[in-house]
């Protein structure tokens, strides 16, 4: 069983609904693709800040992010996620933890691969808990990433915006 936050992104801008023509089902863009994001300015000249996280704390003590922490398994995380400008969509923080659960002899950190076991998506100021009721035993290897979550066209849009590096989580 997977632990996961929806974003509240309805009536945010947008048709849910594909358009005019009665509805239109699940419009959302199945596997988030990587946005390079242009250095220094934004459309409307303005200096802006490059997407970015890092881990900021574990269990309420602050990181330094350049010594890359690994938070083991029960830690609290809570993340720095600077989104840049986002033009009406919203961020999102994921994280994940995989392990070899197919029994394949490697790890599968693909978001929609059998060896997922704890996923939570949440608001980029929440405080994050690795743990799930699938990681019972043994180390995870984990990563967060900052999303986009809007509307373009009538179509849901989640976009990826920056990423941690892997980490192994120790049991």
């Given amino acids: 069983v997977l632990a996961v936050a929806a974003p509240a992104i309805a009536g ?3 048709n ?4 005019n023509g009665g509805g239109g089902g699940n419009d959302a863009t199945p596997t988030p693709t990587a946005t390079p994001t242009p250095e220094g300015t934004s459309s409307n000249g303005k200096n802006s800040a490059s997407p970015s996280i890092s881990i900021a704390t574990v ?3 602050a990181m330094d992010a350049s010594r890359q922490p690994a938070p083991g398994h029960g830690s609290t995380v809570t993340f720095n996620a600077t989104s840049g400008q986002l ?8 994280l994940s933890c995989y392990q070899d659960l197919n029994g ?16 939570q998506l949440d608001q980029p100021d929440a405080t994050f808990s690795m743990s799930g009721q699938v990681w019972t035993a043994g180390n995870a290897t984990c990563h967060a990433r900052l999303m986009s979550y809007g509307w373009k066209g009538g179509t849901e849009s989640i976009q990826l915006l920056a990423s941690t590096y892997d980490w192994t989580a120790a049991w």
């Fill in 87 to 94: 033009g009406g969509s919203h961020p999102m923080v994921e």
């Fill in 59 to 61: 269990n309420g003590t």
């Fill in 16 to 19: 849910p609904n594909g358009g």
């Fill in 104 to 119: 394949d002899g490697t790890v599968d950190t693909d978001l929609f691969g059998p060896d997922l076991m704890v996923l």
């Fill in 12 to 14: 945010k801008g947008g």
